[in-house]
Nanobody
Framework: QVELVESGGGSVQSGESLRLSCVAS?????MAWFRQVPGQEREGVAS??????KYADDVKGRFTISKDNAKNTLYLEMRRLKREDTATYIC???????????????????WGQGIQVTVSS
């Protein structure tokens, strides 16, 4: 069992930056960030494994995902934030490599509780 704990969320103005962290209690192969808005489906944001990073189209060039294997910690650096980035951001992890499609949720064995990010204009 791997526990995932997110931190770093909060409220910012449009155009500002924020960094999320997710600490895993054990080693994992694939780690990813998803986000969800009430009433909408959860969507993939970015993922990382030994083969590299993947991003959803609407965050490419603004978000950077990285992983510190020594610390079992996943990061999401979010720049030039927009109102539409407002959501609960959820960390996920899997024993396998990440799905080819960053939106794919099947295969992730562990999920965090989520952390709120609010962007206002």
């Amino acid at each position: 069992q791997v526990e995932l704990v997110e931190s770093g969320g909060g409220s910012v103005q449009s155009g500002e930056s924020l960094r999320l962290s997710c600490v895993a209690s054990g080693g994992t192969s694939c780690m990813a960030w998803f986000r969800q808005v009430p009433g909408q489906e959860r969507e993939g944001v970015a993922s990382v494994d030994l083969f590299g990073e993947k991003y959803a189209d609407d965050v490419k060039g603004r978000f950077t995902i990285s992983k510190d294997n020594a610390k079992n910690t996943l990061y999401l650096e979010m720049r030039r934030l927009k109102r539409e980035d407002t959501a609960t951001y959820i960390c996920a992890a899997a024993w396998t490599v990440c799905p080819v499609d960053v939106r794919q949720q099947i295969g992730y064995k562990w999920w965090g509780q989520g952390i709120q990010v609010t962007v206002s204009s």
